[in-house]
């Protein structure tokens, strides 16, 4: 039905699993599509379609910056996500927020953006207590 070898494809492995799998994981994530889809607001502000529409995500506003500035923006990486996720190595975001301990299932996709949000949420939170 699901067309998977293994019932973990289909429900995701536990945070821990993936946690191990990826703390010697030096690569990045480049998320420039050919193709890409962006979610837009109510308000006009423009966001990729790759998860939420949290402010790290943010590529600009149609009406205040225009397409041509937010099209670049997404095209070298300018959100905050973005930037996190081209220059920060993936075992390095999961020593820092990853929970080696956590039974949580994930695709490994899943987690990658998850533990990625989590990353730019907790930069979010640095920023405002200092």
Known sequence: MFKKN????????????L???LIHDKNTINYVSENPVFY??????VYPNITNTSAYWLLGNLKEDG???????YKNNKSIAQ?????????DIVKLVGNNKSQRLFVENDYKIFILNKYCESIKESKTCT
């Open 67 to 73: 397409v041509q500035n937010i099209m670049n923006k």
């Open 19 to 21: 946690f191990e799998k």
């Open 83 to 91: 930037n996190v996720s081209v220059t920060k190595p993936i075992c």
């Open 40 to 45: 837009v607001d109510k308000n006009f502000n």
């Open 6 to 17: 293994d019932i973990m494809d289909v429900f995701g492995y536990t945070e821990q699993a």
